[in-house]
């Protein structure tokens, strides 16, 4: 058997790209160059690594087993590249997956604070809710994430990494607004404004307060934090938020917050996928991420 690296590569690109030719463009080869690497990889293994689905690529259950191990292998002859160079700096890029909040209001500055310390400059940020940034980190999509919620997936490993505050938030002509002081009574028969399914905000309000509540309801369904804040804002019901990502418009008094009767505490959580291969950029952000944690408590 007698497998190439440039036949992993072409693998690799295919699982993240989805297609040849979007694979083919990534790596400046034809879209024929693409399919005969593939051809004869899966040739050497005798398996096929993709099902053809309408013109589309859809990694099958060999192809998975595969994944991890190309990953591993690719990063380890990236490694070897740079083990005899003159510079001594961290290489490769650093693909991070961000939840809403953190990703609006930590990953960045985060990011800013390793690029100086490190002068490391290849990363990239993609924010999305906690249910598709922990898909994307089972698919090999990105190294590492920062969630609002812990995940239970077997392939993955949370650790705790930080922590937040919800908050309610209403218009700032809500009835409940003039309240100094409320009661889980005072909430009752509220409509509410919630994200998406998949969102650590939703997941905290429905594990948190919603079972303290014997009549609530379901009013709007949004997929964008900013977009929840601007419905409460027009009265379209209550909010539950975390103060980061609400700090804002309550300061500019768009919206008002409201005194929670409960509190509403959560951890962030960073994800790695058990399988994957810890290369130096990768385990010189993980220490990064938590000295960050010790030092901002």
Same mark, same amino acid.
């Given at each position: 058997?007698?497998?190439?690296?440039?036949?992993?590569?072409?693998?690799? =690109?295919?699982?993240?790209?989805?297609?040849?030719?979007?694979?083919? %463009?990534?790596?400046?080869?034809?879209? =024929?160059?693409?399919? +005969?690497?593939?051809?004869?990889?899966?040739?050497?293994?005798?398996h096929p690594l993709f099902d053809?689905?309408?013109?589309?690529?859809?990694?099958?259950? %060999?192809?998975?087993?595969?994944?991890?191990?190309?990953?591993?292998?690719?990063?380890?002859?990236?490694?070897?590249?740079?083990?005899?160079?003159?510079? #001594?700096?961290?290489?490769?890029?650093?693909?991070?997956?961000?939840?809403?909040? *953190?990703?609006?209001?930590?990953?960045?500055?985060?990011?800013?604070?390793?690029?100086?310390?490190?002068?490391?400059?290849?990363?990239?940020?993609?924010?999305?809710?906690?249910?598709? *940034?922990?898909?994307?980190?089972?698919?090999?999509?990105?190294?590492? =994430?920062?969630?609002?919620?812990?995940?239970?997936? #077997?392939?993955?490993?949370? *650790? #705790?990494?930080?922590?937040?505050?919800?908050?309610?938030?209403?218009?700032?002509?809500?009835?409940?607004?003039?309240?100094?002081?409320?009661?889980?009574?005072?909430? %009752?028969?509220?409509?509410?404004?919630?994200?998406? #399914?998949?969102?650590?905000?939703?997941?905290?309000?429905?594990?948190?307060?919603?079972?303290?509540?014997?009549?609530?309801?379901?009013?709007?369904?949004?997929?964008?934090? %900013?977009?929840?804040?601007?419905?409460?804002?027009?009265?379209?019901?209550?909010?539950?938020?975390?103060?980061?990502?609400?700090?804002? =418009?309550?300061?500019?008094?768009?919206?008002?917050?409201?005194?929670?009767?409960?509190? +509403?505490?959560?951890?962030?959580?960073?994800l790695i996928h058990k399988d994957?291969?810890?290369?130096?950029?990768?385990?010189?952000?993980?220490?990064?991420?938590?000295q960050w944690q010790t030092e901002?408590?």
């Amino acid at each position: 058997m007698h497998i190439s690296l440039k036949q992993l590569n072409v693998f690799h =690109a295919i699982t993240q790209h989805k297609t040849l030719t979007a694979a083919a %463009e990534q790596l400046c080869l034809s879209k =024929a160059a693409i399919s +005969m690497a593939l051809a004869e990889l899966e040739k050497q293994l005798s398996h096929p690594l993709f099902d053809r689905v309408n013109n589309r690529l859809i990694i099958n259950q %060999e192809g998975l087993q595969l994944l991890p191990l190309a990953d591993e292998l690719l990063n380890r002859a990236q490694q070897i590249s740079h083990l005899f160079g003159d510079n #001594p700096a961290l290489y490769g890029k650093l693909r991070l997956g961000s939840s809403d909040t *953190i990703g609006n209001h930590i990953s960045p500055y985060l990011l800013s604070q390793f690029r100086q310390q490190h002068q490391h400059l290849s990363q990239s940020l993609f924010i999305s809710n906690s249910a598709s *940034i922990c898909q994307k980190l089972i698919d090999f999509e990105l190294d590492i =994430a920062l969630i609002e919620s812990q995940t239970h997936h #077997p392939d993955l490993i949370s *650790i #705790p990494f930080s922590h937040d505050e919800m908050c309610i938030i209403s218009a700032i002509d809500h009835p409940l607004a003039k309240h100094k002081k409320l009661t889980l009574a005072d909430l %009752e028969h509220n409509d509410w404004v919630l994200r998406e #399914p998949g969102s650590g905000s939703r997941e905290c309000f429905i594990n948190t307060l919603a079972p303290k509540l014997n009549h609530w309801q379901f009013a709007f369904e949004i997929n964008t934090t %900013e977009a929840l804040i601007s419905s409460v804002s027009a009265g379209l019901g209550l909010g539950c938020l975390s103060t980061l990502a609400a700090q804002y =418009a309550i300061k500019s008094g768009r919206v008002c917050q409201l005194t929670s009767p409960i509190c +509403m505490p959560r951890r962030f959580w960073f994800l790695i996928h058990k399988d994957k291969y810890q290369n130096p950029l990768l385990k010189s952000f993980m220490a990064f991420c938590q000295q960050w944690q010790t030092e901002r408590n």
